[in-house]
């Protein structure tokens, strides 16, 4: 049965989660964490080490514990190339000033091989939200097999919702929506009414549970406090690949959601345009407190997007979070990484190829 009651501040939550522009307030918020190439000549993984690997499962029942994952400890050193590239790419953004920091989590699925870079740096993950909400809903589908149809009434805009600066379609004013159709809109388009008309009928049990059986802490209620690293963000996108969370059926069905995102300023911006690509971005906006005497510095944004680049033989998970004065140069810089990640692994020349780029 699906909550009709719930506590106040979770409907003052739902537009923060919903919202594809957040807004908030951090002191010092542009100091960042060492980066790797500032600490190369510790960070780097020798071959040699035997690596174990990390393994998850499931709690709650009697007899059985599913696996919910199992990936290396170590870093591979056949992604060293990658890594370097990576940070080259970020310390000269970085340079012009109108980057401030960037994390990256890359997996390469075919030999399990991973590589990351300043990923211990926490960004407010925005509309990537909206992913964990979409996992949420299929577990609850699983105990109510008619919740998919279920229809509910969209009266008009939340008007207390800030604005998204990338917009796609929206919820039509006075319509009836199934939840299949209202989740199709908060995926593909990143519709702020629609999430919150979701949020606002999701068992929070089980919201919870999507973040601790994955083995990620239980989900802040507080707007400040709200926050993932790349790596943690790409565990939501592992358990759908891997179809170690969900059933079979509802994984490729989240997939068919995120494939039709149309979003294409981050990950998809220099990729060839017929690459498969299951993805979904979130971005954050908000002021920098200073103190007594400190420079203005303005607003800052946030922009992220992680996804599964389905590439030829070696489809690969990216999670990519990046911080900075200018949106567009955070746009750039997804489509950078992106695009060098994608040309490494497919070992093709982008020259003469036709890309998502405006």
Not at 308 to 319: A, F, K, Q, R
Request: charged share 20%.
């Amino acid at each position: 049965m699906l909550k009709n009651r719930f506590p106040s501040y979770y409907i003052a939550i739902s537009a923060l989660l919903g919202a594809g522009i957040c807004y908030l307030v951090l002191k010092n918020p542009i100091n960042v964490p060492e980066t790797y190439a500032s600490a190369a000549a510790t960070n780097k993984t020798d071959a040699s080490i035997n690596c174990d690997f990390n393994v998850g499962r499931m709690n709650g029942y009697k007899h059985i514990k599913p696996l919910i994952f199992a990936e290396k400890q170590c870093e591979s050193p056949s992604l060293d190339g990658i890594k370097q590239n990576i940070v080259n790419l970020v310390e000269t953004a970085k340079a012009s000033g109108k980057v401030v920091s960037a994390s990256v989590y890359l997996r390469v699925y075919s030999k399990d091989d991973w590589t990351s870079y300043n990923v211990d740096e926490r960004f407010h993950p925005a509309s990537l939200s909206k992913v964990p909400i979409l996992i949420t809903y299929m577990r609850m589908a699983e105990k109510n097999p008619g919740l998919m149809d279920k229809k509910i009434f969209f009266d008009k805009p939340d008007a207390t919702l800030p604005p998204q600066y990338y917009r796609s379609e929206t919820l039509k004013p006075a319509h009836n929506y199934s939840v299949k159709e209202l989740l199709r809109f908060m995926i593909a388009y990143s519709d702020n009414d629609a999430t919150t008309l979701l949020w606002k009928q999701m068992n929070f049990d089980d919201y919870n549970s999507t973040f601790t059986d994955l083995g990620l802490a239980k989900p802040s209620y507080k707007f400040e406090e709200l926050q993932l690293s790349a790596k943690e963000y790409a565990t939501f996108f592992n358990a759908l690949y891997n179809a170690s969370y969900l059933s079979n059926q509802a994984s490729e069905f989240c997939f068919s959601l995120l494939v039709q995102s149309d979003f294409k300023e981050g990950l998809l911006k220099k990729l060839p345009a017929n690459i498969t690509v299951a993805h979904k971005f979130g971005e954050c906006n908000y002021p920098v407190v200073h103190a007594p005497g400190e420079k203005p510095y303005g607003n800052l944004n946030e922009l992220h997007e992680a996804g599964i680049i389905y590439c030829d033989s070696t489809p690969y998970l990216i999670s990519v979070m990046t911080k900075g004065a200018d949106r567009k140069s955070l746009s750039e810089l997804v489509g950078d990484i992106s695009s060098l990640v994608y040309t490494t692994l497919s070992n093709k020349s982008q020259s003469s190829i036709q890309t998502n780029s405006k």
